[in-house]
Nanobody, 122 residues
Framework: QVQLAESGGGLVQAGGSLRLSCAAP????????MGWYRQAPGKQRELVAT???????NYADSVKGRFTISRDNAKNTVHLQMNSLKSEDTAVYYC????????????????WGEGTLVTVSS
């Protein structure tokens, strides 16, 4: 079982910034897309941003121009820089990665982190 280690959540005032980080184990064979999703109270989980192994990025319209996703393929990490935070960004943020654990398996499996809480006070 692959565990994704998230860090960086917390409490911030509206207009402030936070940086989330997520690390996959160094022992995995290959990682395809990595990304961040979020779930606010009473709402469904939604995509925030994703980045492919080739650095192609995709953002939710609600965060474009404020959030930046990046990854370090050598360290199996993905980061989410969140600027100009709004109260509506308050949610649990989940790291996601599509991982191929071994050269013996041709499949990429979807893994999730446990989530990190981001609270933006107005």
């Amino acid at each position: 079982q692959v565990q994704l280690a998230e860090s960086g959540g917390g409490l911030v005032q509206a207009g402030g910034s936070l940086r989330l980080s997520c690390a996959a184990p160094g022992s995995v064979f290959s990682i395809n897309t990595m990304g961040w999703y979020r779930q606010a109270p009473g709402k469904q989980r939604e995509l925030v941003a994703t980045v492919t192994s080739g650095d192609n990025t995709n953002y939710a319209d609600s965060v474009k121009g404020r959030f930046t996703i990046s990854r370090d393929n050598a360290k199996n990490t993905v980061h989410l820089q969140m600027n100009s935070l709004k109260s509506e960004d308050t949610a649990v943020y989940y790291c996601n990665a599509k991982i191929r654990q071994s050269p013996l398996s041709p499949y990429f499996i979807n893994y999730w982190g446990e989530g990190t809480l981001v609270t933006v006070s107005s």
